[in-house]
């Protein structure tokens, strides 16, 4: 009754369940609450992008399907930074700093 095998696609079964749930349940999760917070994004809202750089958004430019605007991680932001213009991946931002509602931050 105690067969080699059985043993063996336990032990692997085991440690297959123990890595979905320490590795990639996690991380699942952590990029679709990045996807959501990545789709709420705004001009005017404070943003951190990957590298570092801190900027505010100008502009975002996003793909449209039948006049209906689709949201890609592809899309192209731009954003001031400084006395600087730049183009960023939205998929490139890493954190977004909200301003407050009255538009002015002290």
Excluded: C, W
């Excluded at 080699?4 to 749930?21: E, H, K, N, Q, R």
């Excluded at 502009?59 to 899309?75: M, R, W």
């Amino acid at each position: 009754m105690n067969n080699p095998l059985v043993s063996t696609i336990i032990m692997y079964g085991a440690i297959g369940a123990i890595f979905y749930f320490v590795l990639l349940r996690p991380q699942q999760k952590q990029k679709k609450e990045h996807d959501i917070m990545l789709r709420s994004l705004r001009r005017a809202d404070e943003i951190v992008t990957a590298g570092g750089i801190v900027g505010e958004v100008t502009y975002i430019a996003q793909q449209t399907k039948d006049g209906n605007p689709v949201v890609s991680l592809d899309d192209r932001v731009t954003i001031k930074s400084g006395d600087t213009r730049l183009i960023v991946e939205r998929g490139r931002i890493a954190k977004i700093v909200r301003k407050t509602s009255t538009g002015s931050e002290e």
